[in-house]
């Protein structure tokens, strides 16, 4: 098999030849730009410049020749753009290693931290010294007027709309956006997903601060669903736009949503179905009449109470699936839902046997995860979200080899 026909295989629940695998294809399944050098080095690879293209996270660019070392059957879209050197700038590692920023992605150093402003100058993001990655510090709704004609316009002025991964500016319009992934296409057989957002409950927490809104879902109903058809209106007509362009040419669309905490849902599933249900299910079922896609949510935490619904919604493939939280337990997941949604991830916990285990206990982890998962396709390996900062090389190689 191909990788692409080994992602599609398993999108379709048809058991591969082996078991798919992921690294960096989507803002939560890469490496930190702390991490990769290391692994380059443990691995016995020759040095090369990293490539931050992930801002926010720090998340490295992960070179061809560890993709092929990984087994990895799918990369992200945005790795078909900014290939010159032109749009990329130079920046140092919070641990001191050099680095390549995207040119419009270097932060300002003020005072013990780094920071982002937008273009109005407010700061939007900051990243004090000691941290690996940035915070949003601007809420437009909360810190400004709640302008429910300006959502789109306001996406330049807070951090997960304003600091862009490539291609960002990098191009001028869908044209070009186009082009990109047809070249991407043309140059690579592994599947590629393309990362959209489509976030509702988290825009919430984007525009008016994560607390606030929470309570305005339990206090202010009619407020919440002004600003959520408000919203909806902006991400479906970007919908149209993304997808004439790049449809053709991908395999998985990425939408966003954290709807989970460590041991519950953040909302409950009453909640859900009369805010976000019907929502994601106009994106979702519309993302499917526009192209041949499969429709994969991210949606870290305990969620499992919420699954049943984003089946019914039209939701095909979840990431990260976090096994470590309450009721994600791997043995329940897949056999009370392996037949209609595929898993991308929950291959290896992070919070615990990845950073801290030893690489015997995360071969044995890992093993065990993929014995219960990977039985008639429906499963991406990867570990549970991005591979931080302070995990041992050592650990990464066993988790890839136990893999395989």
Not at 116 to 135: C, E, I, N, Q, T
Not at 264 to 278: A, D, H, V
């Amino acid at each position: 098999m191909t990788h692409r026909e080994r992602i599609l295989s398993t999108l379709n629940h048809r058991e591969p030849d082996r078991v798919a695998v992921d690294l960096g294809a989507y803002r939560s399944s890469g490496i930190s730009s702390v991490a990769y050098p290391k692994l380059r080095a443990a691995l016995g690879l020759e040095a090369r410049p990293i490539y931050v293209y992930d801002p926010i996270q720090q998340l490295a660019i992960v070179d061809d020749d560890v993709l092929d070392w990984a087994g990895a059957d799918a990369v992200e879209m945005g790795r078909g753009f900014c290939l010159d050197e032109k749009w990329w700038g130079d920046w140092t590692l919070p641990d001191g290693t050099p680095c390549k920023m995207p040119i419009w992605a270097i932060p300002e150093r003020v005072g013990g931290e780094w920071v982002y402003r937008a273009p109005k100058g407010h700061v939007m993001a900051r990243m004090p010294d000691g941290s690996l990655h940035f915070d949003q510090t601007w809420w437009p709704f909360l810190d400004g007027e709640e302008d429910l004609g300006r959502i789109a316009e306001l996406y330049p002025e807070h951090m997960w709309t304003g600091i862009a991964s490539p291609p960002g500016p990098s191009i001028g319009g869908f044209d070009e956006l186009e082009a990109g992934a047809r070249a991407l296409r043309s140059r690579t057989n592994r599947a590629i997903v393309a990362l959209f957002g489509g976030n509702l409950l988290e825009m919430g927490q984007f525009y008016y601060r994560m607390d606030n809104f929470l309570m305005m879902l339990a206090g202010e109903p009619r407020r919440v669903h002004r600003f959520l058809d408000a919203l909806l209106e902006v991400h479906l007509a970007n919908l149209e736009k993304f997808l004439a362009a790049v449809g053709p040419h991908i395999d998985v669309i990425n939408f966003g949503d954290d709807l989970g905490a460590q041991n519950c849902p953040q909302i409950s599933p009453k909640m859900y179905r009369e805010f976000f249900k019907p929502r994601h299910s106009a994106m979702w079922r519309r993302a499917k009449q526009l192209a041949d896609v499969k429709v994969m949510l991210h949606c870290c935490g305990a969620v499992r109470p919420l699954i049943p619904d984003l089946i019914d919604a039209g939701l095909e493939v979840i990431n990260p699936v976090q096994i470590s939280c309450r009721g994600m337990e791997a043995d329940g997941l897949k056999r009370d839902f392996g037949k209609d949604l595929v898993f991308w991830g929950g291959g290896c916990d992070t919070q615990r046997i990845l950073p801290m285990g030893t690489p015997d206990e995360v071969r044995r982890h890992v093993r065990e995860q993929v014995r219960i998962m990977a039985p008639g396709g429906g499963f991406v390996f990867q570990q549970v979200h991005n591979i931080l900062g302070n995990v041992p090389p050592e650990n990464i190689i066993a988790m890839y080899e136990a893999a395989r």
